[in-house]
C-alpha cells in the first residue's frame, strides 16, 4: 500500500477553505481543540461514514486530521480502500498548533489528553504493575509480556487495541452538550 499524501500545516492552512476536514480522533480529544472547520468522524466510525465522505469527496477535497498524523494516515489508507482520496495534515493537530495556528475550542470544552499520551500511560502502568507485582506472584510478570506483545503487535500493524478500547472510555465521548453528534455530521456531509 502506498503512503497516502500529506500536507504541512502551512500546505494545509494556505488551502483550508478548498478542504472538507475531518478529524478522526475520540470525540473527547476534538472537543478539546481542533482544526477549524473540522467535522469528527472517530477512526472507529470511519467505515459507517464511508457513504458520507464519498459524497463529500466528488464535490471536494478531503483533509483528514488527527493528533499527531498516526491515525489519519490510517484513516486515508481505509478511505484510498474505498476509492476516496484524502489527504493527511502531517503532524496533526499538534503541528498545526505548533506551528502558531489556532484550534477551534467549544465553550466549557475540557482538555483530554491525546489518545497516544494515554496509551503510554495506560500502557507503562500495566507493564509496572506486572513487574511490581510479579515480586510477589511471580505469574503477573505474564502482565507485562501481554502489554508489550501488544505495543510489539500496534507497531507492525498500525493498529492499536488500547486506543480503541480508552476510546470508549466517558472522558473520551462527546459531551452531553452534543458537541460531536456523528449523525447530524455525516448529514452534512451528504448535502
Not at 489528553?113 to 507485582?133: H, I, N, T, Y
Not at 507485562?144 to 505495543?151: D, F, H, K, P
Amino acid at each position: 500500500m502506498t503512503t497516502p499524501a500529506s500536507l504541512s500545516p502551512a500546505q494545509a492552512a494556505a488551502r483550508l477553505e478548498e478542504f472538507t476536514v475531518i478529524d478522526v480522533r475520540a470525540p473527547g480529544e476534538y472537543a478539546a481543540g481542533h482544526v477549524p472547520g473540522a467535522l469528527n468522524i472517530p477512526l472507529d466510525k470511519l467505515p459507517e461514514a464511508l457513504p458520507a465522505l464519498k459524497s463529500a469527496s466528488a464535490r471536494g477535497s478531503l483533509l483528514v486530521v488527527c493528533a499527531s498524523g498516526v491515525r489519519s494516515t490510517r484513516a486515508c489508507e481505509i478511505l484510498a480502500g474505498a476509492d476516496i482520496e484524502a489527504v493527511t495534515l502531517t503532524g496533526g493537530t499538534s503541528a498545526w498548533e505548533g506551528d502558531g495556528r489556532g484550534l477551534d475550542r467549544p465553550e466549557g470544552a475540557r482538555a483530554v489528553w491525546p489518545m497516544e499520551r494515554q496509551v503510554r500511560l495506560a500502557a507503562g502502568s500495566l507493564v509496572v504493575a506486572g513487574l511490581v507485582a510479579g515480586i510477589r506472584f511471580p505469574a503477573a510478570r505474564w502482565l507485562s509480556a501481554g502489554i508489550g506483545s501488544g505495543l510489539v503487535f500496534s507497531a507492525v500493524t498500525n493498529t492499536c487495541g488500547m486506543a480503541s478500547a480508552l476510546s470508549k472510555l466517558p472522558y473520551n465521548r462527546a459531551s452531553r452538550s452534543g458537541t460531536t453528534d456523528l449523525g447530524a455530521t455525516l448529514e452534512a456531509l451528504q448535502r
